[in-house]
């Protein structure tokens, strides 16, 4: 089967590899019908050392079971599932605390647990724990807004809606979204459907803000740093913003994260932090109480609601997705999405 | 009269000082019933530089009402109060919120703003916002313990309080406490008011965690560092602790704190930072989805309540204090807390 693999930054091949087999009786093996490419591929994308060892790549994936292990209950051939980007058995206290991307017996694609989701199959550790059907759809016949919905549930969408979540938004808050990615575009979308008042979205690239409007930003701010900072507080009376959403994980977007907080206010991030060590003292976030929250999303507790969310129509996600390749295309959806030539590249394994 | 000001590390002084006048109409003048040293006063102990002027010191305090401005409403000559160790309007959104010590129109005590608290007599702006009266209670006839017990609300009981409060502590809960000081003992007495049903002291000296375990310590940890942090786990089964109170300020307690908080779970800090930057990313808080909250206390937004509580004898915060000095005897004071000889010192300015 083929499957993406990156030999170091900027260096994307599509190659042949060994198809998976069933390893532990609770795993699943499934056919990808869509995957995808994203934004937190193109931090090895700008940095990995170059290596002979290819790194399998994706972990976002719409797939078809074809086969599952002894143990697996809620799966079987044929069922066309939505696969969270990390997976977990669901079943112990931390996972029942909804912190599925924690769980003691869980783990990451991409890694020796388990290869990268961009291929045409996949093995699924825990796949009772991870995987879960969507009712009633078929991938054949589905129309491809749909299915753009549905890979969005995988990670971007529940990436955004952790960060609202975390951020414990009510109803008329003020919310400032930094990043107009895929995933700051999919926080604006939950914070709205969490009932925050003002949606001040931060960036710079206008048909993203666009998306950003559509979904229910009320302001855009294009200025970055102390300028954006600035911007944000005159837009808040002087007071701030009640949360953060910080969808990006460089420090200048941290920096501003807590340059906009309120006092009493919460940053919650979802990008991944390209730093270890930040600012939390007196002069940030200490002195003004100002909470600070998120990680990575533990998809699988948000993933049936959303789901019917989906299905039902009233969040339509899948809009992120604005360019479509075949897998053999997957070097040039990486250089499209590192240019912002694309928002975010849905990998279609069958193209 | 007489005020306590720090020349340097180490420099205690007592001297006289100009009595405080009202400057304007939202102030207070009040003559101290008692006073105290607060731990936080320890770290410009050991290293403010030395200069020709004194450093005003002191921000707790119980007090009778002198005098007041002209448009103070609550408060009227020959109250008894209790005075936060911040000032507040309490009027304005940020205060309504809870975060009176973020209000625009407050501030600190030993700043140019406002002399200290270890005096006297003090002037308290904002003195509507900030005092709050203590009703039926004679300071001249009071027992002594319910005078401590009253003077440890204006900052060790309500921080510690705070720190419980900013985790959201649920009933059942396991909460690590971080440090046996007074504010650390104070978070382990609100932790069991919160319903905690797990409560581990890190501290080593035992008369402190003695106290601590009579107000709901469930385990007492005196490991510290990297054994410290396993002890705590093994305590938690593996998963680390629901809620991790920070009641220190030095960069191993915000070490240790990271090291034992469960996935999801929150560190609350009220111990004054003593570094600005500090560990946030994958390694340390992202990974694992752990928030961290805290900051000085809102103490005027709890005051009214642990007022009543203490007044009803369902609280006895005031057993922190193990020493009680004249104000002229302020070095002392300071000298046996930084050596440990006492816990908390009150400072009786009559004596």
Not at 192 to 197: K, L, N, P, V
Not at 259 to 279: D, T, W
């Amino acid at each position: 089967m083929k499957a993406a693999f990156m030999y170091g930054a900027g260096d994307v091949r599509v190659e042949d590899a060994p198809a998976p087999v069933i390893q532990e009786p609770t795993d699943a093996i499934v056919r990808a019908v869509r995957a995808c490419i994203c934004g937190s591929d193109l931090h090895p994308y700008h940095s990995l050392p170059g290596s002979e060892h290819g790194l399998s790549m994706g972990h976002e994936l719409i797939a078809v079971v074809e086969e599952v292990g002894a143990d697996v209950r809620t799966l079987k051939p044929g069922d066309f599932v939505v696969v969270p980007f990390a997976f977990s058995d669901n079943t112990c206290e931390i996972c029942r605390d909804g912190f599925q991307t924690a769980c003691p017996h869980g783990g990451w694609y991409g890694t020796p647990a388990a290869a990268g989701l961009q291929a045409e199959l996949a093995r699924i550790p825990q796949a009772d724990g991870s995987a879960v059907v969507v009712p009633g759809v078929d991938p054949e016949t589905a129309p491809e807004g749909l299915l753009k919905s549905l890979l969005a549930l995988s990670d971007v969408y529940l990436t955004g809606y952790h960060a609202a979540f975390m951020a414990g938004i009510e109803p008329g808050q003020t919310v400032t979204v930094i990043g107009d990615g895929a995933v700051g575009l999919s926080a604006v979308l939950a914070a709205r459907r969490m009932g925050a008042g003002t949606i001040i979205l931060m960036g710079r690239h206008a048909a993203r803000t666009d998306l950003g409007r559509e979904w229910g930003a009320t302001h855009v701010v294009a200025e970055r740093g102390a300028e954006g900072v600035a911007t944000v507080m005159e837009l808040t009376g002087g007071l701030g913003s009640h949360a953060v959403l910080e969808a990006v994980g460089h420090m200048p977007a941290y920096e501003q994260a807590y340059g906009v907080v309120r006092p009493g206010g919460i940053i919650s991030r979802v990008g991944v932090p390209q730093y270890e060590e930040a600012p939390v003292g007196f002069g940030s976030l200490f002195g003004k109480n100002a909470r600070l929250a998120g990680g990575p999303a533990p998809v699988r507790a948000y993933l049936e609601d959303a789901i019917r969310d989906v299905l039902d129509g009233v969040i339509d996600p899948g809009r992120v997705f604005d360019r479509t390749i075949g897998l053999s295309e997957a070097a040039a959806g990486y250089a499209a999405m590192d240019a912002r030539e694309a928002l975010k590249v849905m990998v279609d394994p069958r193209r």
